[in-house]
Nanobody
Framework: QVQLVESGGGLVQAGGSLRLSCVAS????????MDWYRQAPGKQREFVAT???????NFADSVKGRFTISRDNAKNTVYLQMNSLMPEDTAAYYC?????????WGQGTLVTVSS
């Protein structure tokens, strides 16, 4: 059994920054892609960013240039650095990881950006 636990969410003013973390634990053999998604109230969950096991990244157009994703494989952790936050970034942010073909979601962490 593996699990993902996100942290780092909170309330921030527009233009501010937050760093989210997601730690994987349990019976981990290997972790392939690690992703961040978000879901705003009343909207569908959407892709934010992904990072492969060797560090290649990809971002949603809405966050390019503002968000960065990184990972520490030794700590089984993925990070999402969010800069220049805007009210439309307000959402629950979810981590997802591919454990040898099995995708697992975290429980989410809430980010609220005030104008």
């Amino acid at each position: 059994q593996v699990q993902l636990v996100e942290s780092g969410g909170g309330l921030v003013q527009a233009g501010g920054s937050l760093r989210l973390s997601c730690v994987a634990s349990g019976a981990i053999f290997s972790i392939n892609d690690m992703d961040w998604y978000r879901q705003a109230p009343g909207k569908q969950r959407e892709f934010v960013a992904t990072i492969t096991s060797n560090g290649r990244t990809n971002f949603a157009d809405s966050v390019k240039g503002r968000f960065t994703i990184s990972r520490d494989n030794a700590k089984n952790t993925v990070y999402l650095q969010m800069n220049s936050l805007m009210p439309e970034d307000t959402a629950a942010y979810y981590c997802r990881a591919d454990f040898s073909g099995i995708r697992v979601w975290g429980q989410g962490t809430l980010v609220t950006v005030s104008s």
